[in-house]
């Protein structure tokens, strides 16, 4: 089974700077795509970026980027010129490429704290 | 284009008790999924439906069930509630074969509080 692991509970960032969020996984697969989702406080969950497994080149969406490791199974999301409106908690995900499967696997989050 | 609607929004039960939940995808999408989240456990992975098919399940007990119906719309219920029962329960709908890396829409979630 996959697992994903998040290993920094809270992160604080000064607006306008930049922060780095981690996230580990583990699986046996080769094929898969990783997420980010970003849950403000009113719950709603959004994508904020997603790579595919067989893509080397990362995934960059406005200030968002990754830096996607996959020998080392890493996949790490950058917030650049942080806003305000950064400030939720961020899931990093996994779902298998393989077959009808649209299960995700979620780590335990990252809630990020934006200061003015 | 009206996003992935949740009801109810908020809910109390109490133990022993048995609930049903709905969620309305965003038009076009036939894949609904159901994740519980909770503070201790994060998301979990409920079941996925496709076609009216379950598709996928996570390990729940069996009081956990669902159901899609014609118009793509789903429903889960939990019978015999558990204080631990109480979560977030969020639903989320995909465009599914079209859309190969299976973006997931969410609501914003039915907050069950179990006494």
């Known amino acids: 089974a996959q697992t994903v692991t998040q290993s920094q509970p809270e992160m604080s960032v000064q607006e306008a700077e930049t922060v780095t969020l981690s996230c580990t996984y583990d699986t046996s697969e080769s094929d898969y795509y990783l997420f980010w989702y970003k849950q403000p406080p009113s719950r709603q969950m959004i994508l904020v970026i997603r790579?595919?497994?067989?893509?080397?080149q990362n995934a960059t969406e406005n200030r968002f980027s990754v830096n996607f490791q996959k020998a080392a199974k890493s996949f790490s999301l950058k917030i650049s010129d942080s806003q305000l409106g950064d400030a939720a908690m961020y899931f990093c995900?996994?779902?298998?490429?393989?077959?009808?499967?649209?299960?995700?696997?979620f780590g335990k989050g990252t809630l990020l704290t934006v200061n003015p | 284009k009206a996003g992935v609607t949740q009801t109810p929004r908020y809910l109390i039960k109490t133990r022993g008790q048995q609930v049903t939940l709905s969620c309305s995808p965003i038009?076009?999408?036939?894949?609904v999924s159901w994740y519980q989240q909770t503070p201790g456990q994060g998301l979990q992975f409920l079941f996925e439906y496709f076609s009216e098919t379950q598709r996928n399940k996570g390990n729940f007990p069996g009081r956990f069930s669902g159901r899609q119906f014609s118009n793509s719309r789903s429903e889960m219920n939990v019978s015999t509630l558990e204080l631990g029962d109480s979560a977030l329960y969020l639903c989320?709908?995909?465009?599914?074969?079209?859309?190969?890396?299976?973006?997931?829409?969410f609501g914003e979630g039915s907050r069950l509080t179990v006494l």
């Open positions: 989320a709908s995909s465009l599914a074969g079209e859309d190969v890396a299976g973006e997931l829409f």
């Open positions: 790579q595919e497994a067989y893509k080397q």
């Open positions: 038009s076009g999408h036939r894949s």
């Open positions: 995900a996994y779902r298998s490429a393989w077959g009808s499967n649209y299960k995700l696997t």
